[in-house]
């Protein structure tokens, strides 16, 4: 049985309360048909539990996680505060969020609650301490799930105002030096009293940029403390369990580093397909970004199973979900559930396709299932304590992904034209096609000696402990590449006052001698120097160029070769103590950052998991128990990769060597024959 298969955690999200207890055993059997050893239940179900105020139900619950229980399923518990009961409304109709309109959120609907809200937060202690005491000791219970999804919507209440004042009065202590600090002297908007201050509202291009980031930064500080609330109840009372919370891939509206650190183990609800193709490097980015926030596996709470609400999101190909699944093994999961079991025949999700369709019935997707199972079964043991372990890292700041964002100009874009991933993202689908993983970092907390490439995608607040660390991990031969931008803010999102790069300028050996932005078609040609990179290449640039002033020693990487920078260096190297830091003018494109990544790899002998190949996804997980590849194949037809060595295919038990043939949308798992 699946059960016993290590630490590996392998099931679905499960709503009895959707169905007649006559149909839970015959559920929980099918389960059990697919070696499942774990479901998610409850979140979503407080007006099940507390039908009425202080009045609690969990019979239903105990006798579904008892009829799980008997086929060997343990239980992760979602507390259910997502979705507020009407009863809960009624009593307090001020718990809904206000928009910045003055309109209250709807009722008859889930997130619609405001986290700073007393009423809310007394409701929030009481179930989750009423559920945590009731489950503490049941064995069939492993751990929880806090509420679902966190995503910031604005909310303007008189709470959310009054506490985002404190916020600022406890950042700043004193009006004077908030002030000064935001620049409240431009639009006359120097404040005099705290009651002054109001949350800015759209259109923030007419906003203070400083008040305008430190709003999105109490806003996510105000989930986090709300999720805190809910995890301090339950390691009081159950301190055996694991707690986590499901996050979104690559939603970027909540400081995921700080969601993450009270909590055991990251989870991701990862749906690939949400238009006709999945993109698979975004996807893949997602799960690096995942596994990053604690630097260890994570799970994915869920795993699209089926069709998606939408036309545009078909229902998944034979072999897709299977692929899937082992895309997120590969990229670090040690626990993986579906979404969900069984679609549900009502409600706002009722095109949200499960393994099962609305009639129950066991049909392909069952089956492949079925077969995920089989090869789970086989690969789970030689995983064990294992984790990807790249070589190269991206810094990621939330706070500097908020003030990119922020930086809008006419007409609703920000200066850059540009989504705040993309520079990162630019860079990564080269590393991906190159199949090297990428661990993210951030860049005031994190270590980096471990990294033999840094990369920094436009950084552009720096405060003091990203420098000193950006600074330390060159000095002692690290090599940092950093795109434009980086380094142009203070932390409170103010210019800096100096030239160009700013604190790093140094680091750089250059200064910015003139910049520009560049209209949505216009781009600016960019060279590189032959005798830096050994060879030459002609790319492009988009949205932004500097023109780069080198200082005595820096060397140019790259030229531009059109535009009005034309002849003027676009990308610089400088030795800086034992090592080197790269700048890059402008967002290049895939030709530029190839170039410059082959010559690294050459440089610091970087390996790739596998040759690039186009279609496959190859990625290695390594620890106590040695090697092991995940070599998927995302494109329908047959792929060949060349094999450098000799290795175990774990699926099939076969040894290969030479070519390596995968079907399409198929995937082989390799251990490497010493
Ligand atoms: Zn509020």
């Known amino acids: ?76 518990i979602g507390t259910p505060t997502a979705a507020p009961p009407p009863w809960i409304i009624k009593k307090h109709p001020d718990i809904l969020r206000i928009d910045h309109h003055g309109v209250r959120s709807p009722e008859g609907t889930r997130r619609n609650y405001c986290p700073n809200n007393p009423n809310y937060i007394a409701h929030t202690k009481r179930i989750v301490q009423a559920l945590a005491l009731h489950y ?28 985002f004042r404190n916020w600022l009065k406890s950042k700043y202590g004193s009006l004077e030096n908030l002030n000064s600090s935001c620049g409240f002297i431009f639009w006359s908007q120097e404040y005099e009293d705290w009651d002054e201050i109001f949350p800015p509202k759209p259109p923030l291009d007419m906003q203070n940029p400083s008040l305008c980031l430190d709003w999105h930064r109490f806003l996510s500080d105000s989930w986090i403390r709300y999720q805190q609330i809910q995890v301090d109840i339950i390691r009081e009372i159950a301190p055996n369990h694991i707690i986590t919370h499901n996050f979104m891939g690559l939603y970027k509206e909540l400081n995921y580093f700080k969601l993450a650190e009270p909590l055991d183990i990251v989870s991701f609800d990862y749906y690939p397909k949400w238009s006709l193709n999945v993109d698979y490097a975004r996807s893949a980015m997602a799960h690096d970004v995942m596994r990053s926030l604690k630097k260890k596996p994570y799970w994915i709470m869920e795993l699209q ?32 559930l579906y979404f969900r079991w069984r679609s549900c025949r009502f409600g706002a999700e009722e095109y949200w396709h499960g393994i099962l369709d609305h009639d129950g019935v066991p049909r392909r997707r069952f089956f492949e299932v079925k077969k995920v199972s089989e090869d789970l079964m086989k690969i789970a043991p030689h995983i064990e304590k294992t984790n990807v372990k790249p070589e190269i890292a991206f810094t990621l700041s939330y706070d500097n992904l908020w003030a990119f964002d922020l930086e809008v100009g006419y007409g609703g874009k920000n200066y850059y034209g540009l989504d705040s991933w993309d520079p990162s993202l630019d860079f990564y689908r080269v590393l991906y096609s190159k199949n090297l993983p990428v661990d993210f970092v951030d860049p005031s907390k994190e270590d980096l000696s471990k990294y033999k490439v840094v990369f920094v995608p436009s950084l552009m607040l720096i405060d003091e402990a990203a420098e000193k660390n950006l600074r330390s991990y060159v000095k002692k031969g690290g090599i940092l590449i950093a795109t434009t931008r980086t380094g142009a803010k203070d932390w409170n999102n103010v210019i800096v006052d100096a030239a160009l790069p700013g604190v790093l300028s140094d680091l750089f050996g250059i200064t910015v001698e003139e910049y520009t932005g560049l209209p949505d078609d216009e781009k600016v040609g960019i060279e ?29 990487v790259a030229y531009y070769n059109m535009g009005i920078y034309v002849g003027k260096p676009a990308a610089t190297i400088n030795n800086y ?38 279609g496959l996804e190859a990625v290695e997980r390594t620890g106590s128990n040695g090697r092991v590849i995940f070599a998927l194949n ?24 030479g070519l390596l043939k995968i079907e399409g949308l198929d995937a082989k798992v390799l251990k490497p024959i010493n």
């Open 1 to 76: 049985m699946f059960k016993s298969a290590l630490s590996l955690k392998f099931g679905v999200d499960y709503y009895p309360e959707h169905w007649p207890r006559s149909r839970w055993a015959r559920d929980a059997e099918l389960m059990g048909e697919l070696g499942f050893n774990i479901v998610r239940l409850a979140e979503f179900s407080w007006s099940k539990i507390e039908p009425r105020e202080g009045e609690y139900n969990f019979e239903w619950l105990d006798e579904a996680i008892s009829i799980l229980a008997n086929k060997g399923i343990k239980a992760i």
């Open 136 to 163: 503490r000791d049941n064995p069939n219970v492993i751990g929880w799930q806090i509420d679902n999804e966190f995503g910031i919507d604005p909310c303007y209440c008189e709470n959310c105002v009054k506490a």
């Open 577 to 614: 103590g034992e090592g080197l830091a790269i700048y890059i003018g402008s967002f290049p494109d895939e030709i530029l950052y190839s170039a410059i990544l082959d010559w690294l790899m050459e440089r610091l002998k970087i390996e790739p998991v596998l040759p690039s190949t186009e």
């Open 528 to 556: 590189t120097n032959e005798t830096m990179l050994s060879r030459k290449v002609a790319g492009k640039g988009r949205c932004w160029a500097e023109m780069l002033l080198p200082k005595e020693d820096a060397k140019i």
């Open 305 to 336: 199973s089926g069709a998606v609400k939408v036309h545009t999101a078909p229902i998944p190909k034979p072999g897709e979900i299977r692929l899937w699944t082992l895309q997120s093994i590969a990229r670090g999961a040690d626990g993986l």
């Open 634 to 657: 995302h494109s329908e037809r047959m792929i060949q990769v060349p094999l450098k060595r000799e290795y175990y295919e774990i699926l099939s038990g076969e040894k290969v060597d």
